[in-house]
């Protein structure tokens, strides 16, 4: 009779107690996609991911490349939402909320990535130092006030149209490739110009999907992005054109026995699907969604490229 009694209260006590620990678990998940989307950390996957992509595509053998650019883009990346804390405030308050609640903690986690990765590059010779080095020089020129003597517009080359996303393209691309040939003591061959332009119009287009959503706020900043200059619709035939250009581009390669048929079609497949990516521009608001759908495209072309390697194309 008293365990019939006991039953609903111990029923209803376990029922809490799952409630409470699925609660719980939510929160962490909610934390843990907070700190990976807005210091852009998930970002350093997608790094090493392209770095394995252009060893790959140019048979380079292991090295700690791509641990070193995963190392660099945390430092950088997170190094560039601690400056921009107070600008995105208006774009992305909650962003800039995260990243000033936890300044201290990502401003020792930035300076001991970037010193772990010069420590590792040391291994690699002066070229893969220099390499290393270089994201860290690019971001002083693009974040700094240090062109007032040359332009009465804009005093950062983060402020620049077009250069502002060049500059950023251009770091990464020559990290994506020079490292890893660094690493190996290999030459810069028609094939790693092949990937190197790859890399750098793809980042490009990436970079310029999330001004879509900062578009307001760079505005108001005197930042000159491509959706502030040109518009929304404007904006998306530039990315359909980029595109297209690297679609041509990997093709002819393919043509002239540059490129390999697994490196082809995975750059295709994912091009095909950034293509898709494109037209929601101007078609949402949800652009932080879409700036990470967009770097998550390298996971596909990885993936495409290993299967199709291991099945001996």
């Known amino acids: 009779m008293s365990s019939q009694t006991d039953s609903p209260s111990l029923a209803w006590g376990g029922t809490r107690t799952v409630y409470s620990t699925l609660a719980a678990l939510s929160e962490y998940g909610t934390r843990a996609k907070d700190a990976l989307v807005y210091s ?16 790959v595509a140019l048979s380079l053998p292991p090295s700690p490349a791509p641990l070193v650019i995963a190392l660099l883009t945390f430092a950088v990346y997170v190094g560039d939402r601690i400056a921009d804390a107070a600008e995105d405030a208006a774009t992305s308050p909650e962003r800039a909320a995260f990243v000033t609640r936890h300044r201290r903690l990502f401003s020792l986690g930035t300076a001991a990535a970037y010193g772990l990765a010069v ?18 020089a690019f971001w002083i020129l693009y974040a700094s006030d240090w062109l007032p003597s040359l332009s ?20 990464w691309a020559v990290c994506v490739v020079c490292l890893p040939l660094a690493y190996a003591d290999g030459a810069f061959t028609p094939t790693a110009a092949v990937v190197f332009g790859y890399f750098f119009l793809d980042t490009y287009v990436n970079t310029e999907i999330p001004n879509l959503r900062d578009r307001e706020g760079d505005a108001a900043n005197g930042v000159a992005t491509l959706p502030v200059v ?28 540059i490129l390999g048929v697994a490196m082809t079609a995975g750059v295709l497949v994912g091009l095909g699907y950034a293509l898709c990516l494109a037209w929601f521009v101007g078609r949402t608001e949800r652009y932080g969604r879409l700036a990470i759908a967009g770097e998550a495209k390298h996971l596909l072309v990885v993936a495409v490229v290993v299967a199709l ?3 001996g194309f």
């Open 40 to 55: 852009s950390a998930y970002l350093v996957v997608i790094a090493a991911v392209e770095v394995v992509t252009a060893m």
């Open 119 to 136: 420590a590792l590059a040391v291994l690699g010779g002066p070229l893969a130092l220099a390499v290393t080095l270089l994201p860290g």
């Open 152 to 171: 009465r517009y804009a005093s950062r080359l983060k402020d620049v149209l077009v250069v502002n996303s060049a500059v950023v393209a251009l770091a």
């Open 230 to 257: 040109l518009g929304v619709r404007r904006t998306r035939h530039v990315l359909y054109a980029l595109d297209l250009v690297l679609v041509a581009g990997i093709a002819l390669a393919f043509g002239a026995g």
């Open 309 to 311: 390697g291991a099945a």
